[in-house]
């Protein structure tokens, strides 16, 4: 009995090893079922359209909880942020923009800044701040057509 | 008294230690050298990029943010644009996906695949991308 538990013992100690062994390998570039099936729990689908008026307005009142706006930190159109750690927002797909805040709103993503300002939004407001920096012009693009 | 699967639990087992050793030789470091790991794990500052090392790493990054309005699934959002970001912006999402603390199971694997050093490369060909 204690000799057959000794080797299961091996034996999964035996496996642990080997699977450490493989992991680390080659990841697919594809979201794959599994990240469908259990990668995110909110969506931005279910906001209402953003108006790009509202959310130009907002974006230039201060937030309660930091006595910042957005374009305090991110700059003009989101465009030059005073800070190197801050993102460039001009130009950026709306709905990732929008997915950003939720995000920052539902305590799923973290920054001490961010997650103040975003946890009393609407999802009215997220929309609108969303739909407002996308529509500015950009500094960014994809990996589209590289040399 | 029978005993369960004598033959099979000593194939296992031995074919299991031959890759216990293997694994063994493989990961025990020269005694002489100290563990790199550790090292960079001391360190604070992150290493300097190497764009041109950068740019044959993003081969995989193109995969999604590559094509241009590719959505990522449930949600469904627009994967981002990443091209011109700063490189520290850039080089702390990707080690925020690395630890975990930001969350999407693509890129947390794809960082996770990333050491210190391939992520300052990453971020500084990103930044560097023109529009």
Sequence with gaps: MTIFSASRLAIALAAALVLAGCSGGDTPAEHSSADRAEGHTKSSAGLPA????????????KGKATGQACVDCH?????????????????????????????????????????QQAKDLTDQQIADLAAYFGSRPTHLRDLHGLP | MTRPFPIAACLALAT?????????????????EPAPAAAAEATPAMPTGSAERGRQLTYTCQGCHGVTGYKNAYPN????????????????ALTEYRKGARKHPTMQAQAQSFSEQ???????????MKQ
């Design chain 1, 50 to 61: 953003g108006h790009i008026d509202a959310g130009e307005k907002l974006a230039h009142v």
């Design chain 2, 118 to 128: 391939d992520i300052a490369d990453i971020a500084a060909y990103l930044s560097e």
């Design chain 2, 16 to 32: 299991l230690s031959f890759a216990v050793l293997a694994q063994t030789e493989a990961t025990t470091p020269p005694a002489t």
């Design chain 2, 77 to 92: 959002y627009h994967v981002p644009r990443i091209g011109g970001q700063s490189a520290q912006y850039l080089t702390n």
């Design chain 1, 75 to 115: 700059g003009a159109d989101g465009n030059a942020p005073i800070d190197p750690t801050y993102p460039k927002l001009g130009g950026q797909y709306y709905d990732y923009l929008a997915h950003s805040l939720e995000m920052y709103r539902d305590g799923d993503r973290e920054h001490a800044l961010m997650s």
